[in-house]
């Protein structure tokens, strides 16, 4: 019994640290992820959302598209968010849009951190 | 509820523009109307652009934008296509090896007459344009053909431009079905969505005329051959219409065809057929 207690007391402090670890860890890798979603979407030779679109913290954005602004309550579910940038001329023939997905101009990865970054927005 | 209520609207709005686009595009395919397409083309600017004249669209993006319509009347005390048209003056009048020129090749000997092309020529049944017609004078007089997209070109329609500047586009379809078909075919060409980009030309210069891509201010379809060629300050150079279409395409990541390929040729007819009646302004200079 002592030593099964004993077991236990130590498993808990283990358990809280890992915990912790984790819970640590988490904001961490959505941070990067935001931050890559954001070079990406600045960068011209990929997302290149600032050519069309004002976003906060972009220099010289263009005008084609909406500003990006208030994200996460016009688009709740997230989902929406990744069928938009992975290809809107399923849900908008005449868009300007790019289909960033369905022509490979990002990866299903790339397209995720664009998505993180801009649910910040 | 409100997410419904905004899509349904944007379906309503959707369809609306479907009919706009589409549906003349559908009649178009049972009857080539090149004069109602002109028409309905111009429309479609003059009311986007309610306070625009018609020869204001010959100046591109200047006249979208009260900053750069001031910077570009401050360019035009000292033109950045000046050099361009002196060497193209000069290239005009040199004879060739032969002792012929190239006023020899064409009516008028060449003065005022850029209005005219491209023309459909009816023996070869194809559309002949003005670069193509240029390179076909030289080598009929044992000259090598010039690049299409480089200053000699560009310098040689500079000089032709100049001499027609004001004359209103007057590009004919003849009564042969071949000419329909090329220009419904360039028709097609400027409507078709290429490219990694998912562009087709009407995306940028239909669509969206007057808005910015970063810093750049996109022309207006309407017009936008009239003022070829043109001294672009992103170029640091002149470029040639062939220059224009290649490069449009590389933006879009899309494969440029050969300049002069026959579908330029065509799409550059139906572009300077539509802006029939508005002023040659070439060569003009962009940002």
Redesign the interface.
Known sequence: MTNISSRKTGLIPAMVLALSIVAAAGPALAQSAVAEGQKLAFDRSKGNC???HAIKGGE?????GPELVDIKSKYPNRDELVAIVYDE?KR?P?T?M??FGR???LTDKEISAVVDFLQTL | MKLQTKITLALVAFGLVMLAFAAPAVFAADKVDPVADAKAFKKFFYDKFPKLKPEDFVNGPYSMDADLYKQWQEKEQFPPYEFSLEMGKEMFSKPFKNGKTYGDCFPNKGIGIRQDYPYFDEKEGKVITLELALNRCREANGEPAFSYVRDEMAALTAYMAFTSRGKPFDIKIPNDPRALEAYEKGKEYFYTRRGQLNFSCATCHVQSPGEKVRTEVLAPALGIVNAMPIYRSEWSGMGTTSRRFTTCNSQIRGVPLTPQDDEYRNVEYYLSYVSNGLPISGPGARP
Request: aromatic share 6%; charged share 5%; with cysteine.
């Open positions: 600032l050519t069309c010289y954005p263009g005008t084609l001329t908008n005449l300007v790019p289909p022509n490979r101009i």
